[in-house]
């Protein structure tokens, strides 16, 4: 079943612009939602001639914990994106919005199958520390059927995300395409 995103998320998925062009240049942008491949929908914004792409998807299930008990949260727009930025040689940049701001100092986990990753967290997002780091993720995901993410908000509750990696490998090669220089 395709999951499409509610139209109130393009706006936030608007943020990536600023990859784009930077300040002051927002005529000149246009940004749309391309595809869908199955779990996950594929974007491309362009201005000045300049174009960034990315994937995105949102988690199938969400749960949050204090002191070992399951808690109920509330929390902003979650999703997991891959992004390519030509321009700026950049590459399957992976991303994670947590929907609240982290704790200060913390990591983020992400475990595919038996593998897991690190990123560093700000605010509310997370990245992977390096692009070898970018390129195991998508690696990771290219190959498998579930991410989990776990962080910790600055409240002290701990998440675990579930996102489907399903339409993963077709919607990054699509993305891909869109973004050749």
């Known amino acids: 079943m395709k999951k499409?995103?509610?139209l109130g998320t393009i706006a936030l998925l608007a943020g990536m612009?600023?990859?784009v062009a930077g300040p002051g240049t927002a005529a000149a942008q246009t940004q749309q939602r391309i595809d869908a491949k199955q779990d996950w929908s594929i974007f491309l914004a362009e201005?000045?001639?300049?174009?960034v792409c990315w994937i995105v998807s949102q988690p199938t299930r969400t749960a949050a914990f204090r002191d070992g008990r399951a808690v109920s949260v509330n929390r902003g727009d979650i999703f997991l994106m891959i992004s390519?930025?030509?321009?700026d040689g950049v590459a399957n940049e992976v991303s994670f919005l947590s929907g609240y701001p982290f704790e200060k100092g913390s990591e983020v986990k992400v475990s595919v199958g038996?593998?897991?990753?690190?990123?560093?967290?700000?605010?509310?997002?997370?990245?992977?520390?390096?692009s070898e780091d970018d390129a195991a993720l998508a690696e990771a995901f290219r190959r498998g059927a579930?991410?989990?993410?776990?962080g910790t908000s600055k409240r002290g509750n701990r998440t675990v995300d579930t996102?489907?990696?399903s339409g993963f490998t077709a919607a990054l090669k699509a993305a891909a395409g869109l973004?050749?220089?």
């Open 114 to 130: 038996a593998k897991q990753f690190i990123l560093f967290t700000e605010g509310e997002n997370a990245w992977a520390p390096s």
């Open 17 to 19: 612009l600023s990859w």
């Open 4 to 6: 499409l995103l509610k």
């Open 179 to 181: 973004c050749k220089s």
């Open 47 to 51: 201005a000045e001639g300049r174009k």
């Open 84 to 87: 390519i930025r030509p321009a």
């Open 146 to 150: 579930r991410a989990k993410v776990e």
């Open 163 to 165: 996102f489907s990696l």
